[in-house]
């Protein structure tokens, strides 16, 4: 028998738990504490319980915490941790640490579908779902766990083609009861699902990103096929419709590709899309991946670009490169762990 994980339960969920085993309900509020207040690893930890409840709770479950199966260090202090899966395969997580600030750019997917142009993790295929505790897990078994100061959902997968997933882990991240992280700590990047994006605005504080990459939708549709579906001046139509306050944040991300989407034109409509939208633009410098005909932008055009935004009224910023001396962009070293385990043995 396969044990389940606690780890991603809420406190209504454990209260269940320990009542359909004939446990009082306040044990639920005892568990809940150990898994996210007091970050314990095995069940034997949770020493306000019996002898008898924690041979119970082993008998039939698991905490579910599971540690990294590697890592690998930049000279910049990046770290892109290698995490094993229920299902044996892997996902990452970045840790970028920049003075006073410590980001953790997670995974919501093993894999993805989503299939777009410049993504390793898209060639990958969608393998599976991450349950809130494995994505949550991230966090928890970080070495450098203590010194996080932000969350981004920028790793493996599209956030949005799991949304039960995702939102039960922003839950866990942001209640009283779990992590108490303030909303404003997280980010999650999407390329731009109107359903699942809707459900997030109306349920969730935190901020979102949205991968635009290109404002032109022909352009945008060869690069990600989601434009098919839900085309960027649509996405932006919706945001446009919420009253964001001023304390919630959205940005655009834009990968530059040289001759694609860096001219003057691209300037001039990404200015009509976003006029008078309170936003940010994040330009992207593109790393390249295997098998792929795209080239980055030179660095004279990303600052011109920038330039021409920021004129426009747009506020611009280029995103510092991070991690170039290792597998850093997402789905280069779960791939490369993924060929090595599916390689023949002689």
Not at 199 to 207: D, G, T
Not at 221 to 246: F, H, Q, T
Not at 299 to 309: G, K, N, T, V
Request: hydrophobic share 35%.
């Amino acid at each position: 028998m396969t044990k389940q994980p606690l780890f991603g339960k809420t406190p209504d969920e454990l209260k269940q738990l320990v009542l359909s085993h004939g446990l009082p309900a306040f044990r639920a509020q005892q568990i809940s504490e150990w898994l996210y207040k007091k970050h314990v690893r095995s069940i034997e930890e949770m020493t306000n319980l019996s002898k008898e409840v924690r041979q119970l709770l082993g008998d039939n479950y698991t905490v579910g915490l599971t540690d990294f199966s590697n890592v690998q260090t930049s000279l910049d202090g990046t770290k892109k941790y290698l995490f094993p899966t229920s299902d044996k395969r892997f996902i990452e997580a970045a840790y970028i640490p920049d003075d006073d600030r410590a980001t953790l750019c997670v995974s919501s997917q093993v894999g993805c579908k989503m299939g777009c142009l410049f993504c390793m993790t898209g060639k990958q295929g969608f393998q599976s779902q991450l349950s809130a505790g494995e994505i949550v897990n991230q966090i928890s078994s970080l070495p450098e766990r203590e010194k996080l100061s932000n969350i981004v959902y920028m790793g493996m997968g599209e956030p949005f083609d799991n949304l039960e997933g995702v939102m039960r882990s922003l839950e866990i991240l942001t209640a009283d009861w779990g992590y108490a992280m303030s909303p404003r700590r997280i980010t999650v990047s999407t390329i731009g699902m109107i359903p699942a994006m809707k459900h997030f605005l109306e349920n969730s504080e935190c901020h979102l990103a949205v991968s635009m990459h290109t404002p032109f939708h022909e352009e945008r549709r060869k690069l990600m096929p989601v434009e098919n579906v839900y085309p960027i001046a649509e996405v932006i139509e919706l945001l446009r419709s919420y009253d964001m306050g001023k304390q919630r944040r959205i940005s655009f991300e834009y990968i530059m590709f040289k001759g694609i989407n860096d001219s003057p034109r691209h300037v001039k409509e990404i200015s009509r899309l976003l006029n008078g939208m309170r936003c940010r633009m994040n330009l992207i410098r593109f790393h390249p991946i295997p098998d792929t005909p795209l080239q980055s932008s030179s660095e004279e055009s990303i600052q011109e670009f920038r330039e021409a935004l920021v004129k426009r009224g747009i506020r611009t910023t280029v995103r510092a490169s991070r991690g170039q001396d290792i597998f850093a962009a997402c789905g280069l070293l779960s791939t490369k762990e993924l060929v090595k385990m599916q390689a023949p043995d002689f």
